[in-house]
């Protein structure tokens, strides 16, 4: 990511999803501006992924994720619409079925460092009927980032099943970016 995020002229707000909120707070990319958190994960330093994700009580529909002989986790396939796009429909579940990329247990065992979160301002999108990363968990880690925080009652995937929900938080946090940049 911080290659990709070399040749970007300008400011830049990254947006990460479930696990990829650990990946947008990893980076040390001067240009990045803003942060935005999409019913994600956001450790801390010196914590892991696999620590944050599993803080508190579980959904009852959430899936128990184990990996496989090679080190990765996939979703079992009961998860998509019990767990991780309920409210999508059966067409978008076999979709995000289909292209899951598994996750290794390598990553999430990591300790992290710094966040940027810390330094940048930071927006959360807080999935209230999300069964995978519970409420609770995703606002422990909105109020701990001191995050603006936009509640909405979607599932997990609003990127799917609420787009619009997203495209608004992101366009408010773009124009906040441009108006301090401006200013």
């Not at 980032?145 to 938080?169: F, Q």
Request: glycine share 6%; charged share 20%; hydrophobic share 45%.
């Amino acid at each position: 990511m911080e290659h990709t995020l070399e040749h970007v002229a300008g400011p830049v707000v990254l947006a990460g999803h479930a696990y990829a909120g650990a990946v947008i707070g990893s980076t040390a990319a001067q240009n990045v501006r803003a942060l935005v958190y999409v019913a994600a994960l956001a450790p801390d330093e010196g914590e892991t992924v696999g620590e944050v994700f599993g803080r508190g009580t579980p959904h009852p529909n959430a899936p128990a994720l184990t990996p496989n002989e090679r080190g990765f986790i996939w979703l079992p396939d009961e998860a998509f619409p019990n767990a991780f796009a309920p409210l999508a429909t059966a067409d978008e579940q076999a979709l995000l079925r289909a292209v899951q990329r598994p996750i290794s247990v390598a990553c999430i065992a990591a300790p992290v460092g710094r966040p940027l979160w810390k330094d940048r301002p930071t927006w959360y999108l807080l999935a209230e009927q999300d069964r995978m990363i519970p409420a609770e968990n995703q606002r422990f880690m909105a109020e701990r980032m001191s995050a603006s925080v936009r509640a909405h009652d979607v599932d997990h995937t609003p990127l799917v099943t609420a787009p619009d929900v997203v495209a608004e938080l992101l366009l408010e946090v773009v124009g906040q970016v441009e108006r301090t940049r401006a200013a």
